[in-house]
């Protein structure tokens, strides 16, 4: 069964079993934005993740592990709004980016996944995103094991991401945008607050021992056993 933490309790990051590898990367300086877009472009880049702060520019390359923990982390949401009925739309890695004035300012990611969940119904038969008339993503999920998913954080301020993930296969912490431009430590999450980080990382615990098809079944029927009398009640 799975643990939680107090409510009174301060925020901790919850413990796992293995770190993960670091992403390989590259990082540019000096880059304008016109060519941070045209590398962007690229279809030969497609499986490249990038990450633009103001004329710094890294090339990421993830993991195979790295992949699984991401991976893992999409089935287990999308399980679980499965299981309670949650109107939900994966947006992936889509790429998420506003210009800003100047030659090389500008912020630009794409998060490990994301998900709508409020503005799900708002965002359902959208093609392109595009942030200065659309709404970013509810649910950023950040997966590293280096120090760089810190520095995510600023891109994902000022894109206006209200929750982020961050899970470096040792540690998982639940974030919220404050109003200062900050991420601050949660026990719930905001978008699905039926959750807390012990619950998610127990879970991705068994995955392996269970194989992807059968855990992502248990969290379905976890979710609908323990959560929904739950959701019923508040």
């Known amino acids: 069964m799975a643990t939680t933490t107090g409510q009174d309790a301060p925020p901790q990051p919850v413990r796992a079993v293995e770190p993960l590898k670091s992403k390989a990367r590259i990082v540019l300086h000096d880059v304008p934005w016109d060519l941070y877009e045209a590398l962007r472009d690229i279809h030969a880049n497609r499986h490249v993740q990038m990450a633009y702060d103001d004329g710094s520019l890294v090339l ?36 998420l980016k506003k210009r800003g004035r100047g030659k090389r300012k500008g912020k630009g990611k794409e998060a490990d996944t994301s998900f709508y969940l409020a503005n799900e119904a708002r965002m359902r038969l959208k093609v392109d995103l595009n942030l200065s008339v659309d709404p970013p993503p509810d649910l950023a999920i950040e997966v590293d094991a280096t120090r760089s998913s810190k520095g995510s954080l600023r891109i994902y301020a000022r894109l206006g991401v209200p929750e982020v993930w961050r ?30 980080p012990a619950m998610v990382l127990d879970w991705l615990n068994r995955a392996e021992e269970l194989g992807e098809t059968r855990w992502a079944a248990r969290v379905q029927e976890w979710a609908r056993a323990e959560l929904a009398p739950r959701e019923g009640q508040g």
């Open 60 to 95: 990421m390359s993830p993991s195979m592990r790295h992949e699984f923990g991401s991976r893992r982390l999409v089935l287990f949401v999308r399980a679980v709004t499965i299981a309670l009925d949650i109107p939900c739309l994966d947006a992936g890695a889509t790429t």
């Open 167 to 196: 899970y470096d296969g040792v540690s998982l912490w639940f974030l919220r945008l404050q109003e200062d431009g900050t991420y601050a430590s949660c026990e719930r999450s905001p978008s699905l607050p039926m959750l807390t």
